[in-house]
């Protein structure tokens, strides 16, 4: 019997007991061997709280390992297999945790389906200035949980002596309500295109993790104040929990600094419309945190708890992701503890028409984006080049003006431009400006990092034109 979990971590064996349906049923039982705990991309601690039991409900869970080539790298640990008087099927049944995620839009090109992660096709994403709420990108990491609004309660930790609050959805309805449109963005938006440089760990966005909604909440400022909270501690931190969790309960969480948590001018939600409607459930329902020119880490979903504390939040994506690193440093180098968390994202945008690899007409070529820049800061200007960044032309801005150290929303932009005779094809490239004259760099290679977040380099596009 190799299933037996032994004190000393070179000899751990962990069962792998292949018995789901939505695994590979054929597969005999397995156990893999303690050389594997250190190198397992998941990190060490969240693989051995499996160790010594079946390892489905993890797997249903972190459905990324129903792939081949996980099974083909797990094979060279394989040790054993059990014998069919260890297999306790009853056990072993595990309902799946993704059953109940609710349906999607059919036109969202999905990255993962379990946890659920999909975008807008680009001719999509830049139709309408606000994004509808069926084709708004999702970034989930757990199973989508299903709150029910009536017994839902929000709670927020009052200061040392003060009291706790336990708000009801009505009890939230009571403050005022305000209004106002962000654009939430992915800190791996545009991913893939950094993985084309050089390979990083991540889902592979494209040019779509990125989206425009009208949030309507409560401020978190408001809710703060009555729960007793002061802006006395300029160093302390607002933390968030979801109410989604891991096999071991443990919630999604994340943390922004109080002094942006307490400023009525940060703009700072706890939004429970979205364009004018309920949240739909991918994107927090009831109840999602929304943070005004931050990366989209940060506004948590499902909201289950807010804490004012000492320090960042302790979770896992406050702390060991959702950083950036030079290009120098790899899997073997890397310190989380030594970068800052990812709050206020750079300027960015991308061309959505026409798309890579497309045939134009000759003549002329309409050239359609987005721009946006974080931390309130307005986009003054997007440059657009038709010859891979020799010449630029200056892209006219669409969608809502913004507001001077608020503009928490994109602007769309176009440029009509003719086209020069005998053009067999087009290098098209954009670059965006904002307010502070920041710029986006001409290429992935200085800001590559192993996460393969923070991607603004010039967005190029490659078409060919009919003859
Ligand atoms: N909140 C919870 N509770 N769970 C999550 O997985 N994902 C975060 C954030 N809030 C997440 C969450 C990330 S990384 C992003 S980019 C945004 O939600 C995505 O929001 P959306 O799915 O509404 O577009
Ligand atoms: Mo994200």
């Known amino acids: 019997q190799a299933c037996r979990l032994k004190s000393t971590p070179a000899r751990l064996c962990i069962r792998a007991c292949c018995t789901n349906d939505s695994f590979q049923p054929q597969r005999p039982s397995f156990t893999f061997s303690g050389e594997f705990v250190d190198i397992h991309p998941g990190g060490a601690s969240k693989l051995m709280l499996a160790a010594g039991g079946p390892l489905e409900p993890f797997w249903a869970h972190y459905a990324v390992h129903n792939q081949p080539h996980v099974q083909e790298m797990l094979a060279e640990y394989k040790i054993g297999e059990l014998s069919p008087d260890d297999k306790a099927p009853s056990v072993l049944k595990t309902s799946d945790p993704y059953a109940d995620d609710p349906t999607r839009h059919s036109a969202l090109k999905v990255n993962t389906q379990h946890p659920f992660n999909a975008e807008p096709p680009p001719e999509l994403l830049t139709e309408n200035y606000i994004t509808p709420n069926p084709i708004f990108f999702t970034r989930n990491h757990l199973p989508v949980p299903n709150v029910d609004p009536d017994t839902y309660r929000l709670n927020v930790a009052g200061p040392p002596g003060g009291q706790s609050l336990c708000l009801s959805l009505d009890d939230l309805y009571q403050f005022p309500k305000h209004e106002v449109t962000v654009t939430l963005q992915c800190a791996g938006n545009r991913r893939s295109e950094m993985t084309q440089f050089k390979e990083v760990r991540g889902l592979e966005w494209s040019l779509g993790a990125i989206s425009t909604a009208r949030w309507a909440g409560a401020r978190l400022c408001d809710v703060l104040a009555q729960a007793g909270h002061q802006l006395c501690e300029t160093e302390a931190h607002v933390c968030f929990e979801g109410l989604d969790s891991d096999p071991t309960g443990t919630p999604y969480g994340a943390s922004i600094p109080l002094a942006r948590a307490m400023d009525p001018e940060a703009e700072v939600l706890l939004a429970y419309e979205m364009n004018g409607q309920p949240l739909p459930r991918d994107h927090g329902f009831p109840v999602r945190v929304v943070v005004p020119g931050v990366v989209g880490a940060r506004h948590v979903k499902w909201l289950g708890r807010v804490s004012v504390e000492p320090e960042e939040s302790f979770s896992h994506w406050q702390r060991r992701d959702y950083k950036g690193f030079s290009p120098s440093v790899d899997w073997d180098t890397v310190d989380f503890d030594s970068a800052p968390s990812i709050q206020e994202l750079p300027v960015q945008s991308a ?46 801005l669409e969608g809502e003006e913004q507001r001077a150290r608020k503009a928490w929303a994109w602007r769309l932009w176009h440029l009509q431009a003719p086209l020069p005779a005998g053009k067999k094809e087009l290098n098209i490239v954009c670059k965006a400006v904002d307010d502070s004259y920041n710029v986006q760099p001409d290429t992935v290679a200085p800001i590559w990092n192993l996460r393969g977040v923070l991607n603004n380099a010039w967005h190029r596009v490659h078409v060919h034109v009919a003859p």
């Open 351 to 396: 061309i959505t028409q026409p798309k890579e690899g497309e045939t134009i007409e000759a003549g002329e070529v309409t050239v359609r984006g987005y721009a946006w820049s974080g931390g309130g800061r307005a986009v003054v200007r997007v440059d657009v080049s038709l010859d891979g960044g020799l010449t630029w032309q200056v892209a006219e």
